[in-house]
């Protein structure tokens, strides 16, 4: 169990230019989570997928936002025309189904919009 | 519209005494909670978890009591060691509904 991984672990950028984060879950893990998180406060969630299929997407993830796994293992999260207010930590989390199975989460992609 | 309260921002506590940390939820749906611990630059680990089927769990020096008439929950620390410094997010979430609903965290400093 090497853990999830997320990679970059910190991204700095123009506001404008379009961003691509990874996440590689814990291998056996069906279920893949992304949230962020803003300073102050706790982890908001994004979007969910099990197996290669998105399940759902909460409606802080605008138009601008876009997440993939295509072959139900590591994901990718995009930003296009990024925005100030795009600055946050992007946590990416896994689990094995069932439900009331415990996420367990990477150490981030920190991203900063200059 | 704040479902998970952690009303604490922080909480000092002695090393070797009990920390007590507290989560209120809104939401009545919400059926298993998680307990978090944050270093700075990590992600979020995950501690312990109680279904609203129990009132308690415990593992090893943590343990999770689960009100859910008030709709409050607390993790308890015994003893406290400086390294349980971190921060401490509680989280909710309702049946296949399986997001996690976090609460703003609670700085634990435990002193030597």
């Known amino acids: 169990d090497t853990g999830v991984s997320q990679n970059p672990r910190h991204k700095i950028t123009k506001r404008g230019q379009n961003v691509t984060f990874r996440c590689d879950p814990i291998?056996?893990?069906?279920?893949l989570y992304w949230y962020r998180q803003t300073l102050g406060q706790g982890p908001e969630f994004l979007t969910y997928f099990q197996n290669e299929a998105q399940l759902e997407k909460s409606r802080l993830l605008s138009d601008r936002f876009s997440a993939e796994r295509p072959k139900g293992s590591f994901s990718t999260l995009e930003i296009q025309r990024t925005e100030q207010g795009d600055s946050a930590m992007y946590l990416c989390a896994s689990s094995f189904s069932p439900n009331n199975q415990p996420q367990h989460f990477g150490d981030g992609t920190r991203l900063s919009i200059l | 519209d704040q479902q998970v309260k952690q009303n604490s921002p922080s909480l000092s506590v002695q090393e070797g005494r009990i920390s007590i940390l507290n989560c209120d939820y809104t939401?009545?749906?919400?059926?298993?909670f998680l307990w978090y611990k944050k270093y700075p630059a990590e992600g979020p680990t995950f501690l312990i978890s109680?279904?609203?089927?129990?009132d308690k769990n415990e593992d090893g020096r943590f343990t999770v009591f689960l009100n859910k008439s008030a709709k409050h929950l607390s993790l308890h620390i015994v003893p406290s060691q400086p390294g349980d410094s971190a921060v401490y997010f509680c989280?909710?979430?309702?049946?296949?509904?399986?997001?996690?609903?976090f609460g703003k965290g609670t700085l634990l400093t435990v002193n030597p």
């Open positions: 939401n009545s749906m919400f059926d298993y």
């Open positions: 291998s056996e893990h069906n279920r």
């Open positions: 989280a909710a979430t309702a049946g296949s509904n399986y997001k996690l609903t």
């Open positions: 109680i279904s609203s089927i129990k």
